[in-house]
């Protein structure tokens, strides 16, 4: 009998012991900030030290991608890893659907202290950022975090905020604010001995632009909205250091994994210029409009690196489940990411499996290694190829180059799009149908302008086929 506790126990001990050790994650997005809107890609006006020093520190990744050119659906890729037009986000102003497996389930089930701070955007509502009620059957709660303070949008200095649904007057800049209310979420987690997951979402640099004038020097030659929206991104910098420096203070740096990105590529009519040379900008699948900067950071797991693997939004929650070993269940199937785990620990990735894909307005894109291929409409099924590797600017179509490489990625986008048009009807799901909380949004059902064809029958959405198959 001894003999038998002793083995118990000893059992219970390794399990906590590994729970313990797994990492602390934290996911910092911008909003609207552009690729080139960084010190270390050179930007003429803007100072970014802490940015600076993280990419340094870090795995810098060149080539990644928001999961759309708009925001709330990117921030569903995030928590889903699969398409936000899979998951019912395909524009701003689209609700999360209940229905998928989110990252933020995922941790807090095995254990992950769990907190929001900042932006949500998926829970339906359009317009400026609104507290969210704590009724709100789509607030950050609904979805698995313990914690949450959050507005519906965009916010700047002194917002009214909603802390697990209770309002409440802040002060300071929109990054100052959620990174020290992230910071005391962190510090109570490690006080309990409890791994974190913590979210923080800013509110900058996105429109309007008010930005405190000490942050905004070095710009006054700039118009008005110009310096107040550089002037945001000194602040969420200044913000990213304060928070570095904390997690070195509380002696959890080796055991935290930091992800930064932006949510969607640049914004036109600001000076200078938001996507370092790129074509495009926010609201286009062009590279300025869904290519994003990104940095990892893990001292001591993660080798300074500059990358220019692809990747994006959606590999952020396989990766996860990838490095915490944890199973295959956790996500939704299909899922549109892929592991970067092999890439974090510098095992020689060089060349992606699954290609990045994205559909918006009727429009779509499939990132395949150098290639990009893109569908300047799905409904005519018109396509255009680039190579990235030769072509940043996607200056040249090189379709009639590449006659057999162009042929692959149409059948492998207009398969993959054949698969989105059953996500939508909801076939993913156990029900395999949509929530009646989450009816499928008029233009998805058989509207040429966007090219999704849904159909239905006695109330009920009913998947009828891909396009012109």
Known sequence: MTKRIAILLGCIFSFAASAQERPNIILIMTDDQGWGQTGYYGHPLLKTPNLDKMAKNGLRLDRFYA?????????ASVLTGRSCVRAGVPEHGYALRRQEKVLSQALKEVGYATGHFGKWHLNGLRGPGVPVFKEDTHSPGAFGFDSWITVSNFFDIDPIMSRSGVFEEFR????????????????KAVAENRPSFTVIWDGSPHDPFVAREEDMKGFEHLDSRSKNHYGELVAFDRSLGKLRKKLRQLQIAENTMVWYCSDNGGLPRITPQTVGGLRG???TLWEGGIRVPCIIEWEGRIAPKISTYPASTMDIFPTIV???DLPPKTMLNPTDGESLKPLLENRGAKIRKKPIPFIFRGQGALIDNQFKLVATSIQEQTFQLFNLEKDKTEATDVSTLNPKKMETL????????DSVNRSVAGLDYPEKEVDENHPIPHFWKD???????????????EYSGAYKR
């Open 67 to 75: 999961g759309a050119p708009v925001c709330s659906p990117t921030r």
């Open 172 to 187: 300071g800049t929109s990054s100052e604010i959620i990174v020290d209310e992230a910071l005391k979420f962190i510090e």
């Open 281 to 283: 900008n926010k609201g």
């Open 322 to 324: 990838d490095m915490l």
């Open 410 to 417: 149409k059948r492998a986008f207009m398969g993959w799009y």
């Open 447 to 461: 509207d040429p302008k966007y090219g999704l064809f849904v159909k239905e029958h006695g109330g009920r959405p």
